[in-house]
């Protein structure tokens, strides 16, 4: 894989963390409307909503520039949509792109054939 699509993955990894973030935000706020006079629920929702797009984006380009199995999308996805499962999947993404990373400078310095 090239830097371009190394890229793809670091993105798709940045938004995965932030997503994450809001969408515990966003259950965070739900409760304090419920319980305070507090309502960032709109606010919030809106924030969210955008970073969800963004994931969804980001992670059709991952899985254009990669060739991945059905598979993994499916399996990000799904963690993009239960609490804490987006830091799990920023972390698989961290190990892919490192990787991803090593072996492309290793093509370009010749280390390996590919």
């Not at 960032?40 to 809106?46: L, Q």
């Not at 797009?53 to 949509?81: E, G, H, M, Q, Y």
Request: positive net charge.
């Amino acid at each position: 894989m090239d830097i371009k699509t190394a890229s793809a993955i670091r993105r798709l990894r940045l938004v995965s963390a932030v997503e994450a973030v809001s969408f515990l935000l966003l259950l965070l706020c739900s409760v304090l409307k419920r319980t305070t006079d507090f309502n960032a629920v709109p606010v919030m929702g809106a924030v969210h909503g955008v970073l969800v797009v963004l994931f969804l984006v980001f992670l059709a380009d991952a899985w254009n520039k990669t060739k991945w199995a059905v598979k993994r999308p499916l399996i990000l996805f799904v963690l993009s949509v239960i609490p804490f499962g987006g830091f799990y999947a920023e972390k698989m993404l961290r190990a892919e792109e490192r990787d991803q990373v090593i072996a492309s400078r290793a093509r370009r310095e010749g280390v390996v054939g590919a």
